[in-house]
């Protein structure tokens, strides 16, 4: 019988955030958006670990840090089945699913290079629609143009 630990153990955090069930393919661009490839704290992470619920996820753990709303807006665009968990003195404080609000502001800039936003100093304002295809795009609220998930550039 084989007894070997089939787990990789982790230290826990004592205070900051676990961003869990990130899709595997999006946890570099989750720790390019936040900067957390910048920031002095502890950034654990982990990508294509085994998940019951979705096959393959990623996780991101950070030491002594919480995010603000456009911060877990940038998340929900590029990892909208992620889970964030709160600790403060190894307590789960806040757990919260995140989710795709129906404005998005001054976070993402317009695709479109003529649009008022790449020309003045106006921030980005887009509604949140879905194609045909149940794909989510940002309307832009200047120029009206359609910015795909996969064309999204983050101020």
């Known amino acids: 019988m084989n007894d070997k630990r089939k787990e990789l153990i982790v230290s826990a955090i004592s205070n900051g ?3 869990d069930h990130i899709p ?3 946890v570099f661009k989750v720790i390019k ?3 957390l ?3 002095g704290k502890q950034v654990y992470f982990g990508t294509n670990l085994d998940s019951k619920k979705y096959g393959k996820k990623g996780i991101i753990k950070i030491s002594d840090t919480y995010f603000a709303i456009e911060e877990i807006n940038k998340i929900a665009l590029v990892a909208p089945s992620a889970t964030l968990i709160e ?3 190894y ?3 806040r757990k919260t699913n995140v989710s795709i609000p129906a404005r998005i502001e001054k976070i993402v800039k317009c695709f479109n290079p003529n649009c008022i936003t790449n020309k003045e100093e106006v921030s980005t304002k887009f ?3 879905y194609d045909e295809n149940g794909l989510m795009k940002l309307s832009c609220h200047y120029c009206e143009k359609n910015t795909s998930k ?3 550039i983050f101020i």
Do not use: Y
Request: proline content about 0%; glycine content about 4%.
């Open 17 to 19: 955030t676990v961003i």
């Open 24 to 26: 595997s393919e999006n």
């Open 33 to 35: 958006i936040l900067g």
């Open 37 to 39: 490839d910048k920031t």
């Open 87 to 89: 600790i403060r003195d």
């Open 91 to 93: 307590e789960v404080t």
């Open 127 to 129: 509604s949140v629609i």
């Open 150 to 152: 996969d064309n999204l």
